[in-house]
């Protein structure tokens, strides 16, 4: 297994670019199952979690063509299974994303119950009940859903119980080829879901209502091919940020919408960060200054995302003064927790594991590491960075999941790191 190697104390600086977004683009390739056409792809990410995706494609019978560009062309219409297996699915949550268009486009989908990061039971109650209120039929066994239309979805209403991402994108993708409108309440209004809704519209679907609480989706009776550049990934710029302001640095991220940040750079200022942002690039300054301490709750988009929970944390780790940072969305999302403490850090827990206090120290030691989910391992990379000595993070097989070209990224804004290989 590959490892990571980083020598603590540089301070960031430079520039680079945002990659496509993971979040946005795995869903179109899910969408790309509705369309009668060739779909084209576009700025998608050279990621594990995107070649687990085309893997289930392919498994499907669909043809993916890549070119060196990473341009993804997907004809779902050579399609000749609608079985997602388990090896595939229990990687990456995303994957069960495909069970809505399948049904929607062939009227059958048989897809395993979905695995993912190691954090919480995540289950999927308000896709199949979305699903369901199309008029789907739905069966559970081994470990499988099976579901079937046999004349077709129905446009339905469905208030979702809380704001889920993944169910709001599922429903919304099923939804297309629904005979009728469908309304879809309390939906999550991250920029990914409005990312896909345009991707859809493209597609000749008409969805209205992306990004708001409410979505309608009338129905069409098929859907065609299009081109579409998937929106840049706020959660990795984020990531880079944070990391220079962790360090005292200074970095301009290009192609990011700092709309789609907002929450996260208000705690970046809070920290003591000076930044300068338009639609399509970041500058953040630290000065050579130490960060503040921050306090944050995570919860659903346009608040503090969840995805850079572990991240901030890591700046806490070194900041002056003390932070609370409580998690709302997932269970079990702290387990970077113990591994910073063993560089030094003071963090404690609550006893319901839903919030962490942070008492900033001066610097952190290098110590060897390893996390169990994307952002976990990530946020230990950031503790490696600002860290006195040598820090190895094993497992970082998660970090590929998610972040493109980690190393070199980071070289390139001064970091000492490599990649170890087994
Ligand atoms: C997506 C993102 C993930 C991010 C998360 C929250 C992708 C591929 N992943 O995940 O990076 O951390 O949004 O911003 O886009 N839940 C249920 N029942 C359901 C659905 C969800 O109980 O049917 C729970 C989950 O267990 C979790 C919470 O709701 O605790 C939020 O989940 P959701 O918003 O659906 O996240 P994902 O779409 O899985």
Do not use: W
């Amino acid at each position: 297994m590959d490892r990571l190697l980083i020598d603590g104390g540089a301070v960031l600086s430079g520039e680079l670019r945002a990659s496509g977004a993971k979040n946005s683009a795995l869903k179109m390739f899910a969408a790309a199952l509705l369309a009668d056409e060739p779909v084209t792809i576009s700025n998608v990410p050279h990621l594990r979690d995107i070649t687990t995706m085309i893997e289930l494609l392919g498994s499907l019978g669909v043809e993916v063509v890549i070119d060196e560009k990473m341009n993804i062309e997907i004809h779902a219409n050579t399609i000749t299974s609608f079985k997602a297996p388990y090896e595939l699915v229990k990687t990456m949550r995303a994957s069960f994303n495909v069970l809505g268009p399948l049904l929607a486009h062939y009227g059958q989908a048989e897809v395993s119950l979905p695995g993912g990061c190691a954090i919480g039971p995540r289950p999927v109650d308000q896709h199949l009940r979305g699903l369901e209120a199309l008029g789907a039929r739905i069966n559970m066994s081994d470990g499988y859903v099976r579901a079937s239309a046999d004349s077709g979805l129905k446009g339905g209403h469905v208030v979702f119980d809380f704001r889920t991402v993944g169910g709001t994108e599922h429903i919304m993708m099923a939804a297309c080829l629904a005979d009728g409108v469908t309304i879809l309440e309390n939906c999550a209004r991250e920029p990914e879901i409005v990312d896909l809704a345009s991707f859809l519209n493209k597609m000749g679907a008409r969805v209205e209502g992306a990004g708001e609480d409410v979505i309608s989706i009338t129905g069409v009776e098929s859907m065609g091919g299009c081109s579409h550049k998937v929106i840049a990934d706020r959660v990795e710029a984020g990531t880079y940020l944070i990391a220079a302001a962790a360090t005292g640095g200074k970095i301009k991220v290009k192609d990011i919408n700092a709309m789609h940040l907002e929450s996260v750079l208000d705690k970046l200022r809070e920290a003591g960060a000076s930044i300068k942002a338009d639609h399509d690039s970041i500058e953040l300054e630290m000065s050579g200054h130490r960060p503040k301490a921050v306090s944050l709750v995570t919860a659903p988009y346009p608040d503090y995302p969840t995805d850079l929970q572990a991240q901030i944390m890591a700046l806490n780790c070194v900041a002056e003064g003390t932070g609370r940072i409580t998690e709302t969305i997932f269970e079990n999302r702290f387990m970077h927790v113990h591994e910073m403490n063993r560089m030094g850090a003071r963090i404690k827990l609550d006893s319901n594991n839903t919030s962490a206090v942070i008492e900033g120290v001066s610097c952190l030691k290098g110590a060897p590491v390893m996390a169990n989910d994307l952002r976990a391992s990530v946020s230990l990379v950031i503790a490696g960075l600002v860290a006195d000595g040598q820090t190895i993070i094993d497992r970082i097989y998660h970090i590929d999941r998610g972040y493109e070209q980690i190393e070199e990224k980071l070289q390139n804004l001064g970091a000492q790191i490599k990649r170890l290989e087994s």
